[in-house]
């Protein structure tokens, strides 16, 4: 007499499989649309003293130099869930020409988009706008 091995899955492995593969296809496709994972943001600067825009391309978590300034971003978010879809991004902002130790950044908070007056980037040469986020 011999022995006869099934070679089946249990079930239960079978509905590991399919959930992770559900779970693993609504990741790709989150990542595809960009909603997860936003890697740079887009800043409008304004000269106030010669009337010159700019547009600046920030990698989060990178410092980029932009005349007088140094500029990071470290999170930038769109929101697509409210009726008025909004970018909101946290700034960092140091002025190289101030000596003050005390004062290190000259903007460090949220900032918005659609109204950029709540948090207002205050300086006598240059404004900042946001513009938007993405991969």
């Known amino acids: 007499m011999t022995l006869q091995k099934k070679n089946i899955l249990p079930g239960r492995n079978k509905i590991y499989i399919i959930f992770f593969l559900i779970v693993y296809n ?3 496709y989150s990542l595809a649309k960009g909603e997860l994972i936003n890697n740079f943001v887009e800043i409008k600067l304004l000269d106030k003293v010669n009337s010159k825009n700019s547009t600046l391309i920030l990698k989060l978590g990178e410092e980029k130099k932009f005349q007088n300034l ?4 470290l999170r930038c978010n769109n929101s697509e869930f409210d009726d008025n879809p909004d970018t909101v ?6 002025d190289i020409t101030l000596k003050d130790k005390d004062k290190v950044f000259i903007f460090n908070d ?9 948090k207002p980037f205050d300086h006598p040469i240059y404004d900042i706008w946001l513009s938007r986020c993405f991969n």
Request: charged content about 10%; aromatic content about 18%.
């Open 110 to 118: 949220w900032t918005f988009s659609s109204s950029p007056s709540i």
């Open 89 to 94: 991004a946290y700034l960092q902002v140091k």
């Open 26 to 28: 609504l990741f790709i």
């Open 70 to 73: 140094i500029i990071k971003a």
